[in-house]
């Protein structure tokens, strides 16, 4: 099973500015759950006012560009880890070093045998996808 | 917090820290069955106590300072107390007195720990049932239940195996210690051995109903990964966890909607998985990076990435895997690797190619009852537009597997091949 734990670091966006101290931590830890066999793959993610959203309300698109008013509550990078039940996920997001200010989200991943047969079948893409497609 | 609850979190703390743990404890005892044993009690300690107290802040350092206690406990006990084991006993009070943890170590010790625990466990003094129970057990944390479950014998079976695999350990003398020298190549080949026979009986399970346990395939990739960073010097160890991260990249690509096997060229590699893909590639590069040419695994790797890399069933660079084939069959020659050049050769040089290299192994006693040779032979002879003789070779093949999903399809290809035979009357009719 794959889980995601997600990072919330639960301050001003304008404030995340990690010291050497916190991005040591941080690499320790990483390598703890590389060295364990449990990280399939990282990221750190710019801030969300460097980025965009698009919202639909009643039919209507609008896209709106940051900074947002929530800005404490946007999602900061994410973990997917390899693990056999929620609660292994949970002990390895326990492990992940904080300021004492976060919130950590852990969510499973779907996989294609998660959803029933005709889910699947509606999943079943061409043979042949486009060239788009391949990096 | 509730029992039940509590009782799941100590397992997932049990599944993270028991291999360093009993590798800590192996290395103080200098026994592997002791080491287990003290693990196993610091484990009973812990689901009776924090369901009252709480799990700790560090509940791996707690399991750690339980078994060092539950060690002082059984050396003062035993009778037989030998000077050295009152040495042992000494220097564990002593560093419990300190507040030291084992696991607070440095990253060295817990690695080396780590490393002698699965020489240990992958000993060649030891048959593969054996090895592979004990590794499953001490380094990828599972319980005997979930043993025996993946591998369907009965607990009892897999219970047996591991009280004999210790025993064994004990009389051969085995010592606690990384092998050096000469002695590290074939030990490794050991190690590499036994999380490749896990990976596979999770990847194509030789018994049962289900073609396919991911569980168990994800049991062996991690083992590989955590082998891969304690001897990253090691090109094979990383082309087994590429070779591995590849081919599980199909998992999902692999059965149909109704669980039956889909063979790699009809598979919808839209399915494939391109996060392990990635991971494979990347293994692979880190092998070719290390100086020496690539050995076994590293070749198998090398020609799960042709099929990786391509798009479209169509764009697969055959002759290169064909080559790569050639190199597996003088590095690691075996009628098994002859037969998947066949099948290489097949597809790049055509049908008859390949089938004028399956028949030099027909009589190859080691794959008469080998129910790929069938299958191989069969899949070419009705591609030349031998119908009759293909059918019975997939028949034969259908009878040689034990695998119910891949009888099925077999004996599907026997009725298909029947049913082309007689539209195939059609004059001009020509396949290949």
Not at chain 2, 378 to 404: I, K, M, Y
């Amino acid at each position: 099973m794959r889980f995601m734990m997600m990072i919330y670091p639960g301050i001003e966006e304008s404030e995340w500015q990690p010291d050497a101290e916190t991005v040591a931590a941080m690499g320790k830890y990483n390598e703890e759950l590389t060295r364990a066999g449990a990280l399939l793959a990282l990221d750190g993610l710019h801030a969300a006012s460097k980025g965009a959203r698009i919202v639909y309300r009643d039919g209507q698109r609008t896209i709106l560009d940051g900074p947002f008013a929530e800005s404490k509550e946007v999602i900061g990078g994410y973990w997917i880890i390899q693990a056999k039940s929620l609660e292994e996920a949970m002990e390895w997001a326990k492990r992940v070093p904080s300021d004492g200010n976060m919130m950590l989200e852990v969510r499973q991943i779907f996989e294609m045998s998660d959803f029933p047969a005709e889910v699947q079948e509606a999943a079943q893409l061409s043979q042949t996808p486009p060239n788009q497609t391949s990096a | 917090m509730a029992a039940p609850d509590v009782q799941r979190t100590v397992d997932a703390v049990w599944r993270i820290e028991s291999p360093r743990l009993i590798a800590a404890l192996a290395r103080m005892m200098r026994d592997v069955g002791v080491a287990e044993d003290l693990a196993q009690d610091a484990l009973v300690a812990a689901l009776e106590t924090w369901p009252q107290s709480g799990v700790p802040d560090n509940p791996g350092a707690w399991l750690m300072a339980t078994a060092k206690h539950c060690a002082i406990d059984m050396i003062r006990r035993d009778g037989r107390l030998r000077d050295k084991q009152e040495q042992i006993a000494r220097d564990l009070a002593a560093q419990l007195a300190l507040g030291r943890s084992e696991l607070d170590a440095v990253g060295q010790q817990i690695g080396d720990d780590l490393l002698g625990l699965i020489f240990m466990c992958c000993h060649p003094v030891l048959g593969t049932d054996a090895r592979v129970a004990l590794t499953l057990r001490m380094l990828g944390g599972l319980t005997t239940v979930e043993i025996a479950r993946a591998y369907l014998v009965p607990e009892a079976t897999v219970a047996q195996r591991i009280v004999r695999a210790k025993r064994t350990l004990r009389e051969a003398r085995v010592p606690f210690e990384v092998p050096s020298g000469d002695e590290l190549a074939p030990r490794l080949a050991s190690v590499l051995e036994v999380i490749y026979l896990i990976f596979n009986e999770g990847y194509a399970a030789t018994v049962g109903e289900d073609w396919l346990r991911p569980a168990l395939c994800e049991d062996a990739l991690r083992l590989g990964r955590v082998l891969a960073e304690l001897v990253p010097r090691e090109p094979e160890a990383h082309a087994l966890v590429a070779l591995m991260e590849l081919t599980a990249s199909r998992t999902s690509a692999r059965t149909g909607p109704g669980g039956e096997p889909v063979l790699l060229l009809d598979q919808d590699r839209s399915r494939w998985d391109l996060l392990l893909i990635g991971r494979g590639l990347r293994a692979l590069d880190r092998a070719q990076r290390l100086p020496g040419p690539l050995g076994p695994y590293g070749l198998q790797a090398a020609i799960a990435a042709c099929h990786a890399r391509a798009r479209r069933a169509e764009e697969t660079d055959w002759l290169r895997i064909a080559a790569l084939y050639d190199a597996l069959a003088m590095v690691a020659p075996s009628p098994v690797v002859e037969l998947n050049r066949a099948v290489a050769v097949a597809m790049g040089f055509g049908p008859a190619a390949g089938l004028e290299l399956v028949d030099a192994l027909a009589g190859e006693p080691a794959l008469a009852r080998y129910h790929l040779l069938a299958s191989v032979r069969g899949d070419l002879l009705e591609r030349v537009g031998r119908a009759d003789e293909a059918r019975a070779e997939f028949e034969r093949a259908a009878a040689l597997t034990g695998n119910a999903r891949e009888r099925e399809l077999m004996l599907a290809r026997a009725r298909a091949c029947q049913s082309r035979r007689r539209a195939s009357r059609a004059p001009a009719a020509t396949r290949c």
